[in-house]
């Protein structure tokens, strides 16, 4: 938990530090030619003549070097007199290493300055966040605070926010779930049940009958001592392949006499297409059309009757294939020889240390063996073409399909083109969540918690939406699909947001909020994170891979679609390895 919150707070702490020195070194352009007193044409003179020092610098350096960051250490290296250097790098930190024809204006320059300025104030209020707490099992927050209801000397509206959070949130209701960390915590099984059956003859009479149906089966480790119990796994069709690829690396790993085949050998576990397993409870939906009518009202609302338990199963989709699985025991077998080779230099090893080595021993045997699974069929794709992807809050995305050679664009996408005939189930989606939206609110007001959810429908958006990508992609044989950093884009978009509402109103903070608050719903209503998970694994299964682009410069949707397709072809051209 620590490792986790202190990587994220060291990623924004350089983002911070990155800010405030990109605040403090860039000018508008017209402020630049006061400071340096020089014309237009000589400082973008000034500014060639530097970026031309700093190509030549990334091409004698053997290391991986970007001309942002040499410019920021050129500019920390410059003496203060130099003041033709300092603007002339300062020009170039603010055009992205460009030289523009014409003179920015001050307008433009003031709203992405304010920007800027938005950001380094919403990630100082993230860093000055309190340290992570576990989980509150036995409800000690809700308890103190219940205690201190009469406390009235809050030193100001934070403290007191603080303070009142234990009680205004929806206390949980559920036990927590539980994580299966490794694919060996959970034993997969194949049982005959019985199902009863009624069948009419042609006369019209029903003759019950019993028969034996194969079912699969899941066993969990260390939820009880000396019982296990048995689940039957419902899925739908799609991951019924999946599950029973489950049941058949787990019959690998058991002994000979437990086995169905005859099969000797024991095979690794690193291999398995599962890899983890998340077991919790979630409420389920329409549960008033499939209640049993043997329930009565007051045992209709218990928790086990309006819940069902689910299991996430987190799997790695190189493992589906032969070449997969060659590559990934590749790089297993190399993992584990480097290790073994370490422990063989100690010639005095412990008791434990023999035990660790032999343990690597036996896995780099099991690794060198493994079923053959099914061949993927890759297409030949051409290296030169990219796709490249916006997240806009209105689309919710937009594609562009670019040459990186040339920087020629060759087709765009919108989300209706991308969508077709199944676009009016984003528009019923649409309303949906603004219905549910209001409904959740009415019920906030009057005190009860009922929170309306869109069921899985923004889940099978997300999934025809990387559909349709991985299709483009294979319709223009892209070697590459390049994401925008959605932590970042989210970020980028709100503090835009607040920056425009403090252009409309500069002096009415409570103003400022309201628009902010309105506009900044928007971003929250769809879970970009899921989608790029699904574009992620879609694209995985064919071979085609995915690199994180760069925010781009405000413009329309395809220039920045195209953008952040050039991106990662251009950080690859101007860095030397």
């Known amino acids: 938990m620590y490792a986790s919150w202190l990587a994220l707070h060291q990623q924004k702490q350089r983002s911070l530090n990155g800010l405030n020195r990109l605040t403090e070194i860039v000018y508008s352009d017209e402020t630049l030619l006061e400071i340096c007193d020089l014309t237009f044409a000589q400082l973008q003179t000034n500014a060639e003549s530097m970026l031309s020092e700093i190509d030549k610098e990334i091409a004698n350096s053997e290391k991986a070097l970007s001309r942002i960051n040499l410019l920021f250490t050129k500019h920390a290296e410059l003496p203060e007199e130099d003041i033709i250097g300092h603007s002339a790098i300062a020009y170039l930190i603010r055009h992205g290493c460009k030289i523009e024809p014409k003179i920015e204006s001050n307008e433009k320059f003031k709203k992405w300055f304010i920007t800027k300025l938005k950001r380094v104030r919403r990630l100082e209020t993230q860093l000055s966040c309190h340290f992570p707490r576990g989980r509150d099992i036995q409800n000690k927050a809700l308890t103190s605070c219940l205690e201190t209801t009469n406390r009235d000397d809050f030193t100001d509206n934070l403290e007191y926010l603080l303070w009142r959070n234990p009680i205004s949130r929806n206390p949980p209701s559920l ?16 049982l005959y049940r019985k199902q009863y059956k009624c069948k009419r003859t042609a006369t019209g009479e029903s003759i019950d009958s019993i028969e034996l149906t194969q079912r699969l089966f899941v066993e969990f480790n260390g939820l009880t001592k000396g019982t296990n119990y048995v689940f039957e796994v419902y899925c739908d069709r799609r991951q019924l392949s999946l599950f029973q690829r489950f049941v058949k690396d787990y019959q690998l790993n058991l002994k000979p006499n437990d086995r169905d085949d005859d099969r000797q050998e024991k095979y690794s576990s690193g291999l398995f297409v599962l890899r983890s397993a998340h077991l919790l409870w979630e409420r389920q939906e ?160 009057r005190g009860q918690f009922h929170q309306p959810t869109e069921s899985t429908q923004g889940e099978h958006l997300d999934r025809l939406l990387a559909k349709a990508v ?52 928007v971003i929250h209503k769809w879970s970009y994170n899921r989608l790029s998970k699904y574009i992620r694994s879609n694209a995985a299964k064919i071979d085609i891979a995915v690199e994180m682009g760069a925010l781009p410069s405000p413009g329309t949707p395809p220039l920045q679609a195209t953008a952040i397709a050039m991106s990662p072809y251009n950080f690859r051209k101007n860095i030397k390895k």
């Open 175 to 190: 036990p927590h779930p539980i994580e299966f960390n490794t694919n060996t915590d959970l034993r997969w099984l194949k």
């Open 286 to 445: 329409f549960q008033d059309r499939y209640r049993h009518k043997s329930l009565t009202t007051q045992t209709a609302n218990e928790p086990w009757n309006t819940h069902q338990l689910y299991l996430h199963c987190a799997i790695e989709t190189d493992l589906l294939t032969d070449e997969g699985m060659s590559k990934i025991q590749q790089q297993k077998i190399q993992k584990t020889s480097n290790t073994i080779a370490k422990q063989l230099k100690n010639e005095n090893p412990s008791i434990n240390q023999q035990k660790s080595l032999k343990k690597n021993q036996t896995s780099l045997a099991t690794l060198n063996r493994y079923l053959p699974m099914s061949s993927s069929q890759i297409e030949r794709v051409n290296p030169q073409i990219s796709v490249g992807l916006i997240f806009d809050p209105a689309k919710p995305i937009y594609l562009a399909v670019v040459d990186v050679a040339t920087g020629k664009t060759i087709a765009c996408r919108s989300t209706r083109q991308l969508l077709g005939d199944k676009y009016p189930q984003l528009s019923e989606y649409r309303l949906k969540q603004q219905h549910n939206s209001n409904y959740r609110r009415k019920q906030n007001q």
């Open 470 to 521: 991985i299709q483009v992609a294979q319709e223009f044989k892209a070697a590459s699909i390049a994401l925008p950093p959605v932590n970042n884009s989210i970020e980028k978009i709100q503090s835009e947001l607040e920056a425009d509402a403090e252009e409309e109103s500069p002096e009415d903070i409570g103003t400022q909020q309201k628009r902010t608050r309105k506009k900044s719903v």
